[in-house]
């Protein structure tokens, strides 16, 4: 896992200009939600609006939660859709997501047909952030590293910070996700944090092995991730 650092006034544009590169190459390339990374998002439907660079990544979503879609405010789609992809003329196709209404075996269909996609296309980029007990998507602490894509239970810390997304308390307690196992398929894989409420979060990624009850920890053992921060999450103050 390489390590990069900039500052906060920085990190939205770097972070953006790593995705606007990776939306202009043929391949697959996975975005979450959240927070973090949402000035990037927005950075880059403004430089979309601008510049008109050619669109020629297919985009898959990373989770939702279970029961909602892109109509319900504070779902994954509603974020992104409202961020970065009703910014984009993308082709039919071109943005795969999870249909998290469904249920039974139709939701457990969805993760059949979002691994065959990811079998036969695989991700060139995925960019994730991290939870604060280290999860990854919504594959939660004890998700196997070799999952795929599969429907999770959700952890009583996930769903209480969930709620700051929703405009009215709302029950959350599946989600359907990526699994580790595809994360860590990706060529390339960014996990960006910004804001000192990430910093205990990510001394604990920095200095704790891989474990399966530490999800975020699978991703020192892939060649070739990233672990973007700004300086409000890393100084030797607070990390050493």
């Not at 699978?218 to 999450?233: E, G, P, R, Y």
């Amino acid at each position: 896992m390489e390590l990069a650092i900039c500052s906060q006034q920085q990190f939205s544009r770097v972070l953006g200009d790593a995705i606007i590169d990776a939306l202009q190459q043929e391949g697959t390339v996975c975005l979450a939600s959240g927070d973090t990374p949402q000035r990037a998002y927005q950075y880059v439907a403004a430089e979309y609006q601008r510049r008109r660079f050619p669109l020629r990544a297919t985009l898959v979503g990373l989770d939702e939660w279970v029961g909602l879609g892109q109509q319900d405010e504070g779902s994954c789609q509603y974020a992104m859709h409202h961020d970065l992809y009703q910014h984009l003329a993308l082709r039919p196709g071109q943005l795969q997501q999870f249909d998290a209404t469904h249920t039974g075996e139709a939701l457990e269909h969805e993760c059949h047909r979002i691994n065959q996609l990811l079998a036969e296309r695989p991700l060139r980029l995925t960019l994730l952030g991290i939870g604060q007990n280290g999860h990854l998507g919504l594959n939660e602490p004890g998700s196997a590293f070799n999952s795929l894509a599969h429907i999770s239970n959700l952890s009583e810390t996930t769903i209480r910070v969930a709620q700051k997304y929703f405009p009215t308390a709302t029950r959350l307690h599946q989600g359907i996700t990526l699994g580790i196992g595809n994360i860590l398929a990706s060529e390339h894989i960014i996990i960006a944090a910004s804001g000192a409420h990430k910093r205990n979060i990510v001394q604990r990624l920095l200095f704790t092995p891989p474990n399966e009850n530490f999800p975020a920890t699978s991703l020192k053992q892939h060649a070739n991730t990233i672990l973007l921060l700004d300086d409000a999450v890393f100084n030797v103050e607070s990390i050493l």
